[in-house]
């Protein structure tokens, strides 16, 4: 067998949104590869995690009791997991068919790299595609950090999500890859699907407080 991979969804209040993502992790499209699917379930007041128990039995649910934020949701879930590989997914997000296949062949074969990310398609409700996004540069990058399949093992070396964080929880761990030299590697291909909508672009003051505050972490 291959190295397996862990899939993180991370959800909050998206029932109706969730489903598409838990089927785009299970039609990943791998050969002699284990797939382990996480949904950490941030305390939601609607249905989401009837959703999950009805949806597949081998898919493990982990129900925060109160509202922790993507931090501290990712950490649990990468402590939870016990594969090679490690990939988020946020729940309004989803998956192209081919993404886990693609970016673990590239970690396989490439043991000096720690993550591998892709471009990805901006969608719509729907799930239509509205626009391509190239992440050719670094801060392009560190702004999507969903999406990104990371050696496992690299991100407990780098001490994994910062709990605290409830915004830019991805930026503070790829600036810790990148401040301890560690590479990553592009995929020029779209294979990651983002909703993007008024929640996740909206700046409020205090998301911009934390964008600083993170960023100047590590002098940038």
């Known amino acids: 067998m291959h190295p397996s991979v862990t899939i993180t969804i991370l959800n909050y209040n998206r029932a109706e949104l969730l489903p598409r993502a838990l089927r785009s992790c299970l039609s ?11 949904v950490v379930d941030d305390a939601s007041t609607d249905n989401s995690t009837s959703v999950v128990k009805q949806f597949d039995p081998d898919i493990m649910l982990i129900e925060n009791e109160k509202n922790l934020g993507p931090g501290a949701s990712s950490q649990k879930a990468l402590e939870a997991s ?5 990939v988020r997914v946020d729940s309004d997000d989803f998956l192209s068919p081919f993404a886990c296949g693609y970016m673990a062949e590239l970690l396989d074969v490439n043991p000096q790299v720690d993550y591998v990310y892709s471009d990805f398609y901006r969608i719509d409700a729907k799930g239509y595609k509205q626009e391509l996004f190239r992440l050719e540069d670094f801060d ?14 690299a991100l407990m070396d780098v ?3 910062d ?13 810790r890859f990148a401040a301890e030299s560690r590479k990553g590697f592009h995929l020029p291909v779209p294979l990651y ?3 993007q909508h008024e929640s996740n ?4 003051p205090e998301r911009v407080r934390l964008r600083r505050e993170v960023r100047s972490r590590y002098g940038r």
Do not use: C
Not at 29 to 36: F, G, K, S
Not at 164 to 174: F, N, Q, T, V, Y
């Open 28 to 38: 990943q499209i791998v050969v002699r590869r284990q797939i382990e699917i996480i």
């Open 163 to 175: 709990p605290g964080l409830r915004h830019w929880e991805d930026m503070d761990l790829l600036l």
């Open 201 to 204: 672009i909206s700046n409020t």
């Open 140 to 153: 392009q990058h560190i702004e999507h950090g969903a999406g990104v399949l990371f050696r496992r093992k």
């Open 82 to 86: 016990s594969t090679d590989y490690w």
């Open 159 to 161: 001490g994994g999500y």
């Open 193 to 195: 699907r983002y909703y």
